[in-house]
T-cell receptor, first 114, second 114 residues
Framework: EAQVTQNPRYLITVTGKKLTVTCSQN?????MSWYRQDPGLGLRQIYY???????DKGDVPEGYKVSRKEKRNFPLILESPSPNQTSLYFC?????????????FGPGTRLTVT | AQKITQTQPGMFVQEKEAVTLDCTYD???????LFWYKQPSSGEMIFLIY??????QNATEGRYSLNFQKARKSANLVISASQLGDSAMYFC???????????FGSGTQLTVLP
């Protein structure tokens, strides 16, 4: 089954404790992206990657890191989480970078930082 | 910069009736894609429909259609014959040709009444 998977689905952590949210897709997609969703703000892009070893900042990159060492994986790293990073996080992928392609979303990761 | 505006935070519709969810966008690009996603209470993001800026006909997918008015920069989603399962948050999104990002609106919460 073609899909985007994320782990963990739920995470409660404390301020300053480094964490990684994994994302993997099995569709051989070139483009991958991370979003955060907050009430009233819709989804905002954190980072994206157009291919292996090619990443770039989205609209809200502060406090996050990413890497793309393999085509299928695109982990999101929070080196020192803070309470304002409490949010619902989505990973997404699409076949290409172009404007004609919809994005396929993972199930989401609900993160709480206390 | 790109912007998507959804002016209806919440909408109610009677089961079996049609409903229109509004979306206006702002971009200086000639090439762009417009997307609608559905987010049920379970949280996942479900792709509904796509409209390209050069498409002359409005997109349709089953009970979903996109009322595309290019000159007015609007891309309203029309759901015909509403069902209880249509109750969800709906997001409009745009991807201009010059950008590598998908920009989302703030969403419309649709409730279908029995």
């Amino acid at each position: 089954e073609a899909q985007v998977t994320q782990n963990p689905r739920y995470l409660i952590t404390v301020t300053g404790k480094k964490l990684t949210v994994t994302c993997s897709q099995n569709m051989n997609h070139e483009y991958m992206s991370w979003y955060r969703q907050d009430p009233g703000l819709g989804l905002r892009q954190i980072y994206y990657s157009m291919n292996v070893e090619v990443t770039d900042k989205g609209d809200v990159p502060e406090g996050y890191k990413v890497s793309r060492k393999e085509k299928r994986n695109f982990p999101l790293i929070l080196e020192s989480p803070s309470p304002n990073q409490t949010s619902l996080y989505f990973c997404a992928s699409s076949p290409r970078t172009g404007w004609k392609y919809e994005q396929y979303f993972g199930p989401g990761t609900r993160l709480t930082v206390t | 910069a790109q912007k998507i505006t959804q002016t209806q935070p919440g909408m109610f519709v009677q089961e079996k009736e049609a409903v229109t969810l509004d979306c206006t966008y702002d971009t200086s690009d000639q090439s762009y894609g417009l997307f609608w996603y559905k987010q049920p209470s379970s949280g996942e993001m479900i792709f509904l429909i796509y409209q390209g800026s050069y498409d002359e006909q409005n997109a349709t997918e089953g009970r979903y259609s996109l009322n595309f008015q290019k000159a007015r920069k609007s891309a309203n989603l029309v759901i015909s014959a509403s069902q209880l399962g249509d109750s969800a948050m709906y997001f409009c999104a745009m991807r201009p040709g010059s950008a590598r990002q998908l920009t989302f609106g703030s969403g419309t919460q649709l409730t279908v009444l029995p």
